[in-house]
């Protein structure tokens, strides 16, 4: 049984830069697509950002391009997401999941694994 654990969330001001980690345990990433979703106050959860970790190929939401990169750390078994130029709207619960199949992009519906979130709140 995986078990992921979010990391790195926290309060910054608009403009301001974080870095999510995302490790594992009880198994590896190295079968798996990961996906970094997030939910805001009364909306759906949504997919930010993905890597499958066999190749590297990374998938970023449309309107997150440019800002956000995700990459990972083999020795570590642990998948960042660096969010850049953070704004208001990007307020939210952040949560990494891990996906056997090969669907691409991931969906939430589809998530064998999820970890329990770590906050992210930028104030204006």
């Known amino acids: 049984q995986v078990q992921l654990a979010e990391s790195g969330g926290g309060l910054v001001q608009a403009g301001g830069s974080l870095r999510l980690s995302c490790a594992a345990s009880?198994?590896?990433?190295?079968?798996?697509?990961v996906g970094w979703f997030r939910q805001a106050p009364g909306k759906e959860r949504e997919l930010v950002a993905a890597?499958?970790?066999?190749?590297?190929?990374?998938y970023y939401a449309d309107s997150l391009k440019g800002r956000l990169t995700i990459s990972r750390d083999n020795a570590k078994n642990t998948v960042y997401l660096q969010m850049n130029s953070l704004k208001p709207e990007d307020t939210a619960v952040y949560y990494c999941a891990a996906d056997r199949s090969w669907r691409w992009p991931p969906i939430v519906g589809g998530m064998d694994y999820w970890g329990k979130g770590t906050s992210v709140t930028v104030s204006s």
């Open positions: 009880g198994g590896t990433f190295s079968s798996y697509v």
């Open positions: 890597i499958r970790w066999s190749t590297g190929l990374t």
